[in-house]
């Protein structure tokens, strides 16, 4: 049995993810974080699996991979704990995306032709309306894209760690990483409060933090929070049926620019909260709720269901997302700091890239053949030691 031993830095849903994976092949795990699993990033987003937003390229073929184990991962854990896997709130609900101009019908027409290998369906006007009755009529184009799935966030995180744990690994919380102990030029563990925790393997999962993580470490990426609000009504079932967002969120996404971008995008929970987003915008770690920002954001929302005016908003949160200026996620070791492995860098998408970079990760530590290319994610890349410490 391979008694490798690895710690895991950050107790959100992907360093969950990746401790279950390798708990599961054998790792001796621990989780570390500085303060309680699932109580940062990971709570404070929407729990999206998408595959609808993404272009072609080697972030789509993760989000492909993921799509596929997630209804695997929540039978497997549901086989250890019914409890854990309904917390989940597993929901392949599907996703549609509308444009709402000519410009924008020819874009989203252009964009879903390019996804290869994803189910991007084209609904006609009375489709829509029996999809989403209460969407607005103004629709110049709509595809549903079946693939798209929800869960609670927090719920799936918890879910994650308790499933590692109940395989061995073990959780560290309230413990802040201060810096590494190397040797050879290898990691050899980390250093908290009063002691080493002594590791083979430290991988850095610590989401918008994990920039700070890997200076502290001695081998700086350029991961910087990028932050998102959301609304939350009060429960109203059935009024929105899937994940409909207008096509403007694809570009949001793909923003280099750190000012302020809003598009609509509109889903409902399993207890009929309906959820109002979406933000972004880079303020380093300022967590102040703006009102102009969440205005902005239910103004696009009402263009898409009118019928959201009436709605009480029961309250609005946000978060902090790691973003990487060329938008793609980090998954490999670092190539000046030997056993030091970073997971990071997966802005909004972290939820639903969870388990298929998990599994990666398992692959690429067990000499195992990756499910999928993962040239396009290596730490030596420009866009991740652009402007950070060699």
């Keep these: 049995m391979n008694r490798t031993r690895v710690a895991v830095l950050g107790a959100g849903i992907v360093g969950a993810a990746c401790a279950r994976e390798l708990s599961l092949a054998g790792f001796d795990v621990v989780v570390v974080d500085r303060g309680r699993a699932a109580g940062g990033t990971t709570s404070h ?84 309306a029996d999809a989403e009755p209460a969407l607005t009529r103004e629709v110049t184009a709509a595809f549903l894209y079946p ?9 799936a995180a918890l879910a994650l760690l308790g499933s590692a744990l109940r395989h061995g690994a073990r959780l560290r919380s309230d413990t802040e990483v201060l810096g590494a102990s190397v040797r050879s030029g290898r990691i ?26 890997s200076a502290r470490l001695g081998a700086p990426i350029a991961i910087r929070p990028r932050r998102g609000e959301v609304l939350v009504t009060t429960p109203m079932p059935g009024v929105v049926r899937h994940k409909v967002y207008d096509a403007d ?22 207890g009929g909260t ?14 102040a709720i703006r009102p102009d920002v969440l205005s902005a954001i239910a103004v696009k929302a009402l263009r898409l269901f009118p019928s959201l005016a009436d709605a009480a908003i029961m309250r609005a949160y946000g978060g902090f997302r790691p973003y990487v200026d060329d938008h793609l996620p980090v998954l490999g070791e670092d190539p000046r700091l030997g056993n030091l492995w970073h997971a990071t860098g997966h802005e909004g998408a972290g939820i639903g890239l969870s388990v298929g970079t998990a599994r990666l990760l398992r692959e690429l530590l067990t000499g195992a053949e990756p499910a999928m290319p993962v040239g396009e994610f290596t730490v030596d890349r420009p866009a991740v030691l652009a402007g950070v410490a060699a």
Excluded: C
């Design 45 to 128: 987003g929407e729990g999206n699996i998408l595959v609808s937003d993404k272009g072609p390229g080697a972030e789509l073929e993760l989000a492909k991979l993921s799509v596929r184990m997630w209804p695997r991962v929540v039978a497997e854990i549901a086989d250890e704990d019914a409890r854990a896997a309904a917390a989940i709130e597993y929901d392949p609900k599907g996703g549609i995306v509308v444009a709402t101009t000519e410009d924008g019908a020819r874009a989203l027409t252009s964009f879903a032709g390019t996804q290869l290998g994803v189910r991007a369906e084209p609904l006609s006007p009375k489709e829509l």
């Design 147 to 155: 693939e798209d799935a929800q869960v609670q966030p927090a719920g």
């Design 188 to 213: 050899t563990g980390v250093r908290v409060p009063g002691e080493v925790i002594e590791a083979d393997v430290v991988v850095n999962a610590a989401g918008p933090w994990a920039g700070q993580v």
């Design 249 to 270: 969120y694809v570009g949001a996404v793909g923003a280099d620019s750190g000012e302020l971008q809003t598009s609509a995008v509109v889903e409902s929970t399993w």
């Design 274 to 287: 309906v959820l109002i987003g979406s933000s972004r915008r880079r303020v380093e770690f300022d967590d």
